[in-house]
């Protein structure tokens, strides 16, 4: 069965901490990608990042580093030096090749204190 | 760039009402779907098609409907609107494969007295 949990629910940090949202996800199939959207108060899910379970290289993409690691099932998310703006609703998403469902966690969200 | 559009942004209407929730992209996606989310919770699936005259019932129950007539216009009908009902309602798209990512609308914030 597919399934993607986000055990924190909620996280404050005070500004220019660091914070790593954490994803552990449940497939079968040896094909699939993962992804992370953002949320922001203004309520449009905004997309990420995606990597496919071929790919495990970890990337960093400005202040965001994602870790891809098949032998724990996760896909943890790391903000480095948070700022306020980066205050939102953080889900991961799964989908298995040739399927139509994207499967979602249930969101963390992250306070970003000035 | 991504263009997927949601009308109404807001709607709040009584109890027995119909209205149709209006979700539109330009990016000629063949997948389109509909979310029911309240405020920064979980997303939850109603329907999905994978293209014209294709529409398919998601995992949670709901009282609408949609049709998908052009590739374009995914639109969303609630024949009597319920307090029930009061949530937000999100439109999405993607490309054919799993592989692709889905884009969003704004969304639409309805509200039933």
Known sequence: A????????EISVVEKEDVTLDCVYETRDTTYYLFWYKQPPSGE?????????????????GRYSWNFQKSTSSFN???????VVDSAVYFCALSEAGTYKYIFGTGTRLKVLA | EADIYQTPRY????????????????MGHDKMYWYQQDPGME????????GVNSTEKGDLSSESTVSRIRT???????ESAR???????????????????????????????
């Open chain 2, 83 to 113: 307090p029930s009902h009061t949530s937000q309602y999100l439109c999405a798209s993607s490309e054919s494969a799993g592989w692709n990512e889905q884009f969003f609308g704004p969304g639409t914030r309805l509200t039933v007295l």
């Open chain 1, 2 to 9: 597919q399934k993607v949990t986000q055990a924190q629910t």
């Open chain 1, 45 to 61: 899910l905004v997309f990420l990042i995606r990597r496919n379970s071929f790919d495990e290289q970890n990337e960093i993409s």
């Open chain 2, 43 to 50: 997303l939850h699936l109603i329907h999905y098609s994978y």
């Open chain 1, 77 to 83: 998310f790391t903000i480095t030096a948070s700022q």
């Open chain 2, 11 to 26: 709607l709040v209407i009584g109890t027995g009402k119909k209205i149709t929730l209006e979700c539109s992209q330009t």
């Open chain 2, 72 to 78: 374009e216009h995914f639109p969303l009908t609630l």
